[in-house]
């Protein structure tokens, strides 16, 4: 007979394996994309070593492939990571592990644990999806980061194969099931015109932080609208 709960615990570990594989394996479009921006493997491995958010690391190499500046690409880069911040405050208080893990688990808060763990109805089933998704995608991410790094340098141009289109591809594929609601929408539909509108006026990476503004954007146009629906509504 089986233990109680084993069966949902199963379940979990399913779900966080199947979303750990599939985003995971994504990491060798960050290795080819990262090659072709000029970076070395070891730069490209570092980047998932001690980065781990896809979205981020897409954001930083791109810009640096457009001859962006450094500290501009690295700035851009901080604002798309600072969402895990976020979901890491939700997920302090959902895990509830021990201080001496918590550090460790940090480096793990990225989009696809935090919406793996903040689905499960328990603080157990919680536990288990963030550790099989955080160590399935870490392993995952950075084994495909070096081969596709190393593939690059074996294929030389990748401009040539259209590998530079990868990252871009792998970054929307990943971002569109995540808007779900008009105001998510909405805001996604701002930052592209913002982006693309100043791309060919400002240098390479400062459009991605000009497009950071259609968030307070939407957002004050939404809260215009909701006021004056109200004040129709008293008159």
Avoid at 18 to 34: H, K, P, Q, R
Avoid at 39 to 50: K, P, R, Y
Wanted: charged share 10%.
């Amino acid at each position: 007979m089986s233990a109680p709960g084993a069966g949902s615990d199963r379940a979990v570990v399913r779900d966080a394996l199947g979303v750990g594989v599939a985003v995971g394996l994504s990491g060798f479009a960050f290795g080819v994309t990262s090659a072709g921006a000029g970076l070395s493997v070891l730069q490209t491995c570092a980047l998932s070593l001690l980065v781990f958010t896809g979205a981020s690391q897409f954001a930083l190499v791109g810009a640096l492939a457009g001859g962006g500046n450094p500290l501009t690409a690295a700035a851009g880069a901080f604002f798309l990571g600072t969402r895990n911040a976020f979901y890491g405050l939700r997920l302090s208080q959902l895990l509830a592990l021990p201080r001496l893990l918590r550090p460790f688990a940090a480096h793990w808060v990225i989009d696809e644990t935090a919406a793996v763990s903040l689905a499960q109805p328990t603080r157990r089933a919680a536990r288990i999806g963030f550790t099989v998704t955080g160590l399935t995608l870490y392993v995952l991410w950075n084994l495909t980061t070096l081969l596709g790094a190393l593939g690059a340098e074996a294929i030389g141009d990748t401009d040539a194969w259209g590998l530079d289109a990868a990252g871009p591809a792998v970054f929307l594929a990943l971002l569109a099931p995540m808007l779900r609601t008009t105001t998510e929408r909405a805001v996604a539909g701002a930052a592209v015109v913002l982006g693309l509108g100043f791309l060919p006026v400002l240098p390479a990476g400062v459009p991605v932080l000009v497009a950071a503004f259609a968030a307070p954007a939407v957002l004050w146009l939404q809260g215009r609208r909701i006021g004056a629906g109200r004040k129709g509504v008293d008159r």
